[in-house]
Every structure is written in structure tokens, then in C-alpha cells.
Nanobody
């Protein structure tokens, strides 16, 4: 089992940057693929970015490619997502999630955090 706690969300103007973090409990963090997903009220949860167990493979939704960067530090049991050039349409509740394996752009994960709100004003 792994427990996930996100932090770092907030309010930012369009064009600005934020970094969200996800701290994981448990000794097996490095065994998990990690992902960031987001959800707007009334819409389905959307995949944003994913990273493999080692941190050497990353993949992104087209809507955030070249603006967002996912990374992890296994020694700190933490995964990050740097978000640059933010747009109002990036406004959402951002979730950190973990799984042993799965299809790259799937929203199917085994463990979820409680979410951190990111709001981008125009």
C-alpha cells in the first residue's frame, strides 16, 4: 500500500508557473509508476503526465506537452510536476496517483491522493 499527499497548488495568473509535489509513504515507492491527473467538476478525470519507476521514461497529454514536466526523486519518495505557461483551461483539481503497471495514458491507477487545486486566472 502507498499513501499519497499532494501540495503546491494555488492561484496563478495565465502565463505563470507552479510546481506541485506528491509525497508518498511506504518503502516500495520506487516500484510504482506515478501519474498526475486532473478533474474539473462535471467532467471526467483526465490524464496529464506519467513517469516510470526509474524516472527515465515520461509521457504527457498533448494538451500539456512542452509546458509541464514530471519528475521523481525516489530517495525522497516524492514526485513533482513543474507547470509552466499555465492557461485558464489548466484550472482543475490535480491528483497524484500510483500503480504497479498500466497503459500509458490510462486513468486507471491503484492509489490516489486527495488532490490539490490549481486555479489559473485570465
Amino acid at each position: 500500500q502507498v499513501q499519497l499527499v499532494e501540495s503546491g497548488g494555488g492561484l496563478v495568473q495565465a502565463g505563470g508557473s507552479l510546481r506541485v509535489s506528491c509525497a508518498a509513504s511506504g518503502r516500495t515507492f520506487s516500484s510504482y509508476e506515478m501519474g498526475w491527473l486532473r478533474q474539473v467538476p462535471g467532467r471526467d478525470r483526465e490524464f496529464v503526465a506519467g513517469i516510470d519507476w526509474s524516472g527515465s521514461v515520461t509521457y504527457y497529454a498533448d494538451s500539456v506537452k512542452c509546458r509541464f514536466t514530471i519528475s521523481r526523486v525516489n530517495a525522497k519518495n516524492t514526485v513533482y510536476m513543474q507547470m509552466n505557461s499555465l492557461k485558464p483551461e489548466d484550472t482543475a483539481l490535480y491528483y497524484c496517483a500510483a500503480r504497479m503497471s498500466g497503459r500509458r495514458f490510462s486513468t486507471s491507477y491503484d492509489y490516489w491522493g486527495q488532490g490539490t487545486q490549481v486555479t489559473v486566472s485570465s
